[in-house]
């Protein structure tokens, strides 16, 4: 990731069996589908991933047949998030060990009430940017409930030697990019867009150079960013236009379950289940879903067919 990656990152599902096992083949399917949607690179195990409902085996396995069938086709980022400093480095030095590009992770949390101070979030990422050669994304997200401030954040970018990348998907994200790229100066080698690339043109124009969508419509989301680091503000705009119906319902009213749908509807994957407690998508959102994605003529819908 030498120069700075820019462009569409998105996270790639996790595919189950619809008796919840995990699909290997699924997921590899899934990869190639994603390579063919013209991505700069994949992110693995993360929220979107479902990776609060995988077990240990389930991710050690996942990130090894992810590695083992992309790595050498397209950059791989490995989310790596967990409370205990250990269990994150280890998870680090695995990730680096079989292949991976990245690593993300998001702050130390567990619950509503379990987080660490600014000293011990410092402290979580110290650690594994001392034990890996590789770049480290910091994932600044509402769903931890950790707020990391802007002068934290330049901190660790400046201090830590690793560190460098950074995704804010919180409300008024473009406010926080803006500032954090301030305060950061050139040690802020990626300020990247998320939440499905719903604020994108407002990150954008904050400074963002990169986008975390889902696999949904990378290869449609992607020209919005190109076109804006380009110079073209008016392409790029067009291009968000066209696609904000699909985000919207994508963030709104479906989230992770979008991308699973769409690439069953398309053959990418045999079945679209999501692990209990999640319920699965309503019939008439799922029905909406494709609607708003027909036009388009997504490769999801079409890949395996």
């Known amino acids: 990731m030498t120069p700075p990656t820019t462009g569409i990152l998105p996270v790639a599902p996790t595919p189950f069996h619809d008796d919840g096992r995990v699909d290997e083949d699924g997921m590899r399917r899934v990869l190639d589908c994603m390579i063919d949607q013209g991505v700069d690179a994949i992110c693995i195990l993360a929220n979107y991933s479902e990776q609060f409902v995988l077990s240990d085996e389930e991710r050690a396995t996942l990130m090894r047949v992810s590695l083992e069938h992309a790595a050498d086709r397209v950059p791989i980022i490995v989310t790596i998030s967990h409370y205990y400093t250990g269990i994150v480095v280890e998870r680090a030095r695995a990730a680096q060990a ?123 989301i992607r020209p919005i960013v190109t076109s804006y680091l380009a110079g073209d503000h008016a392409a790029a705009l067009e291009q968000w236009k066209t696609c904000l119906p699909l985000i919207n319902h994508e963030n709104r009213q479906c989230g992770l379950r979008a991308c699973k749908s769409a690439m069953m509807e398309g053959g990418v994957i045999k079945s679209d289940h999501v692990r209990h407690p999640m319920p699965p998508l309503h019939p008439a959102t799922r029905a909406e879903l494709l609607e708003l994605a027909r036009p388009l003529d997504p490769i999801v819908l079409r890949w395996g067919k």
């Not at 001392?130 to 409930?145: K, N, Y």
């Not at 409300?171 to 939440?195: C, N, Q, S, Y």
């Not at 407002?202 to 975390?212: I, K, P, R, Y």
């Open 98 to 220: 079989q292949g991976a590009a990245m690593v993300m992770m998001m702050p130390p949390y567990h619950g509503a009430g379990l987080k660490a101070d600014e000293a011990g979030i410092f402290e979580h990422f110290q650690a594994v940017s001392d034990s890996i050669d590789i770049p480290i994304m910091v994932q600044d997200a509402p769903l931890s409930g950790v707020t990391l401030p802007v002068p934290l954040l330049a901190r660790m970018a400046r201090e830590l030697d690793n560190v460098g990348y950074f995704k804010l998907e919180m409300p008024f994200a473009a406010d926080k990019l803006a500032a954090l790229i301030e305060a950061g100066g050139t040690d802020i080698l990626g300020p990247w867009d998320g939440e499905e690339a719903a604020t994108l043109l407002a990150d954008l124009d904050a400074g963002a150079t990169a986008t975390m969508t889902s696999a949904l419509q990378p290869e449609h």
